[in-house]
């Protein structure tokens, strides 16, 4: 009965989850840095940060977020720091450039803050707020039981890890990982310019 539904929301969040944005972004340093392990526990963050969406749009707090400048204003600034600390840490972290050997002995501590870098990094983005929102009021329809778009939730919290789990995989492939550390100190600094470059996106855009 909701099949259309599903397809069209399953095609929309495709298209969204595949294009470039902090997500990518964080995903792809965690896992040429500290290789598919960490990255993995990155899309895993991400994956529950949907969820995070997922529930406000349920709840109705989205609709309070859009009505309320303040408030989504806040959060936008929040996310936007967020991003600029990540992007300040890996430029710091390209001035002591470790090697891929030495960078694979993680310790637990490593494996906490790649979930959470993934995890805050989605929940707080004001994007993805906007984008659940709108898929929320506009695709899934009013009369759509409480039970089925928990399921939809679930579903996109669960694509959404495949697809950077599958991206963790192959970035953190030895090849590919010394590939990409031939740049050293500069793909740390890339990586963190990027991330500074959408926080500013972030704060005049969203």
Not at 63 to 88: D, E, H, V, W
Not at 105 to 110: A, H, K
Not at 128 to 150: E, H, K, M, R
């Amino acid at each position: 009965m909701y099949w259309a539904e599903f397809l069209t929301i399953a095609v929309a969040h495709l298209f969204a989850v595949a294009s470039p944005g902090p997500d990518f972004v964080i995903v792809t340093r965690q896992s040429v840095t500290g290789g598919t392990r960490l990255g993995i526990w990155t899309s895993v963050g991400v994956g529950l940060g949907i969820l995070v969406h997922v529930s406000y749009c349920i709840l109705g707090v989205a609709i309070l977020l859009s009505q309320s400048p303040a408030l989504f204003n806040a959060m936008k600034y929040i996310a936007a720091g967020y991003l600029c600390f990540l992007g300040f840490q890996s430029i710091r972290a390209s001035f002591d450039p470790v090697s891929a050997d030495q960078v694979d002995q993680q310790t637990e501590m490593s494996i906490k803050q790649a979930f959470w870098s993934g995890f805050l990094t989605n929940g707080l983005n004001p994007k993805a707020t906007l984008f659940f929102l709108a898929l929320f009021t506009v695709v899934i329809d009013i009369s759509t039981p409480t039970a089925v778009q928990i399921a939809y939730g679930v579903y996109l919290a669960f694509a959404t890890f495949v697809w950077f789990a599958f991206l963790s995989t192959i970035l953190g492939k030895p090849a590919v990982r010394e590939f990409m550390l031939r740049a050293g100190s500069w793909f740390e600094r890339g990586m963190g310019i990027v991330l500074i470059f959408l926080a500013v996106q972030i704060v005049l855009f969203a």
